[in-house]
Structure formats: C-alpha cells, structure tokens
C-alpha cells in the first residue's frame, strides 16, 4: 500500500470512482455532479483554491501498484477530517482499512484525525473501526456519527 499525491492524470478515474451507484449512497451530497462539474472540481481541488484541502492521495495496492482508491484530508470547524473512496471493484477486501491507517499515519502526526460517517454506512464504519477509531457519541449530529483516530 503506498499513497501518492493527485494528479491531473487521476481526472478521470476519481470521476469514475465517483459515479458509481454505491459510492455517494451515504454521502453528505448526495447529487451526482456532471463531468464538467467535476473537472472544475478537480481543478480548484488540485490547485489548492478549495479551502481547507490540506492532501489528496491516491491508494495504491501491491503487488502492482494498482490504483484503487483516494483518500483527502481537509479542516472543517477546526477538525482535520479524513474521507476515503476504494474504486467500486476493490471494496470489501480490506483496502480501506489499510488505506486509512496508512493516511493516519501519514497525515495524523501529534493530531487526531476524524471522520464524519453516516449510520447507515457498514462499510465505512467497519473501515474506520477496524483501522483504530473510536465513536465520539458526544459529537453525533443526527444520524452522522464522528470518529476519531486513536
Ligand atoms: C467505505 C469504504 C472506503 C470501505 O473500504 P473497503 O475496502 O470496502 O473496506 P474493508 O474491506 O477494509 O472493510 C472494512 C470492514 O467493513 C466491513 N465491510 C465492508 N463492506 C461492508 C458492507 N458493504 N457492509 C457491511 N460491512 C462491510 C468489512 O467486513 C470489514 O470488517 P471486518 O474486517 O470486521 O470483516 C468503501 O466501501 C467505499 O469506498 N465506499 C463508498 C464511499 C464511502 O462511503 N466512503 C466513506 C465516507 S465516510
């Protein structure tokens, strides 16, 4: 597992990680933006110009490398949040997890980094727990719980 920064390169394989049915089901938004909603997107996003985007990685996977995911760290309200897309066809076979405890270590440092996760999400909240975070019950907003690193 190695992760390496985005790349104008990656425009179109996030694109499609994105658009998969599945993927935004427990997303805080929820609408499927079009191609040229997203290369403007992933444009401002690569150029910095998005506040608080502090890294944006794509997953690769051994043995060959393979890209099968992304992984973005960005501030929100104070808190460094981590967000994690495995492409549709590499889920459930633990690249998530691994992913998420190479970019806690990567990124965490001396800070916690947490994750916004909604109930309903399996998935992710299996990834997240099995990776080391903990259920912050004190900051569950409805049905969006917050984790945090350990
Ligand atoms: C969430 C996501 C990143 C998880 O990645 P993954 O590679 O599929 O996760 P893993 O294979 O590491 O699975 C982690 C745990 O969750 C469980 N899990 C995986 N998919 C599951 C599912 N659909 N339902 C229930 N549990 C599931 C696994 O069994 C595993 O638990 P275990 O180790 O106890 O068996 C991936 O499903 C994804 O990209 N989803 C769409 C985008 C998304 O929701 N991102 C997170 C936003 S907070």
Redesign the pocket.
Known sequence: MNLRPVTDDDVFRIWRWQQHP??????RKLAHPTWAEHVYWFAERLNGLQQGVEAWDIIGYAPDGADV?VVNVSVEDDKRML????APE??????????IVAATLKYGGRDKLY????AG???????FR?AGYKERPELRSGSWLMLVSS
Request: aromatic content about 6%; hydrophobic content about 40%; overall charge positive.
């Open positions: 599945d993927t935004r089901l427990f997303f995911g967000g994690i897309i495995v590499h889920r459930g076979k633990g690249v998530g997890t691994e992913a994750a916004v996760i909604h999400n399996k998935a992710s909240l299996g990834a099995r």
